[in-house]
């Protein structure tokens, strides 16, 4: 049995060759200095009637997944970031920009560190057998750890995971807040793994933004960072969703939240998904979610998220295997800038329909710990 998913944030890289798949450590956008295609597009269509099939694949054909040999993992180097690593500050909290949205959280690293999702660990890659859980924020060992949110520390040390053998969970020294607010009834939790030291005991109330360990390399990691994770509903693996559709983003910058399906509405997992700047070029590149243990937003019910992307227009790519298809679009800064593509109809911006339930703003919840055995330190 596989138990490598929720904590194997760490995992190994590419080596710097392989221009394509060699992430920096901050996921720091990078230049692609020969687009084939001239930049003055500026009419925002409907993009269906735009999707362009390019002609050379060449140069753009993908494996299916992520090949990763763990024997050439490098982790990141953290002294080396320059000035264009700055972001701006976050929305305050709670960002609200929809009735569907609910970025709830602050991030659990401080902003004077990179406080961002690597690009290649993002919630529903494929990481060995089980897609990811969370995502991962590099940060050297020792960097303060924060809770995203107020609430009830309901686990504190080692066995978030395994009930046995909780020195080899997956998730080592790990802390679970219950938070004091939910969504649509729901109660909504966080998760913070592979910390070196827990700061906070079980029981114990927390604020926003207060210290409740700091970053490590415990259970299943190949280096140091913050594996966090967003759960509703239950305190479990199961139940997570994608962080970044509940941490708010930076001032000035927004998120590109997509839906890729086939005719029939079957998502497409594992495509690769690129956003180019129309402005500076800069391409961002995200990979449509694994099929396994990962769940949707129940609203925009999405199988890719890009954050912390600075508004703009943008040319998005969708790379298929025989053919790229792509369209221009704008993001709009704090916001989920929504776009669905399906095979036979192409792009899609119209937002989806409300479920008819009534959105309900953060409401306090009964902080009562619930009866969970000690399993650690
Ligand atoms: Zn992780």
Known sequence: MVFFWGAAGCQPQRPPTDRALDSTPESAPITEPDLEEPLATPTPVLASEHAIILEDQSSISLPPTLELDPLEFVFPAFDTQTISL?????????????????FYFTRPIGANDVNWPLARYRYGYLLYSEPHTGIDIPAPKMTPILAAGSGTVIHAGYGLYFVQDIYKDPYGIAVAIKHDFGFKGKVLYTVYGHLDRVDVYRGQRVNAGDVIGVVGETGKVSGPHLHFEVRIGDNTFFSSRNPELWIAPPVGWGMLVGQVVESNGRRIPQLKVRLVSLENRQVFEAITYA????????????NLVLGDIPEGKYLL??????????????????????????????????????????????????PTIEAIPETGS
């Open 317 to 366: 790519y969708l790379d298929f295997k025989d053919q790229t298809v792509k369209t221009e679009i704008e993001i709009k800064a704090g916001q989920a800038n929504y776009f669905s593509y399906r095979s036979t109809r192409g792009f899609d911006f119209t937002r989806p329909a409300s479920k008819g339930v009534q959105f309900t703003p953060p409401e306090p919840l009964d």
């Open 291 to 302: 099929q396994g243990s990962v769940n949707s937003d129940a609203y925009y019910s999405e």
């Open 86 to 102: 700055w972001r701006p500050p976050l929305y305050p909290l709670p960002w609200e920009p929809t009735p569907e949205d609910h």
